[in-house]
């Protein structure tokens, strides 16, 4: 929440599912996910993910950043999506 306040234009959220970068050790992205929604025309099994937010610092440039980490959540997820 804390590199929400810090790094993203509108309010941060919680969410269900945090997937962030790291250099050096150092956290310079993230990404929020919500938690899985049944949807009434698919399957029992299917959910839908939203991505809430997004933000890194300021002074980084991820090239991909945002593509790693959906991806990331995606193989993580995929048995549901």
């Known amino acids: ?5 810090d790094h993203h234009l ?6 269900k599912y945090r997937y962030g970068l790291y ?3 150092e ?3 993230i990404a929020i996910f919500s938690g899985g929604r049944r949807m009434k025309d698919q399957g029992e099994d299917y959910r839908s993910f939203e991505l809430l937010r ?4 300021s ?6 950043g945002l593509s790693k980490l959906i991806r990331g959540f995606i193989k ?5 999506i």
């Not at 997004?54 to 610092?57: G, S, T």
């Not at 002074?59 to 991909?64: E, F, S």
């Not at 993580?76 to 549901?80: A, E, K």
């Open 54 to 57: 997004f933000c890194h610092k």
């Open 76 to 80: 993580d997820f995929r048995r549901m």
């Open 1 to 5: 929440m804390t590199f929400q306040e």
């Open 10 to 15: 509108q309010i941060a959220l919680p969410g």
């Open 23 to 25: 250099e050096d050790g």
């Open 59 to 64: 002074d980084h440039l991820v090239v991909g």
């Open 27 to 29: 956290l310079v992205s």
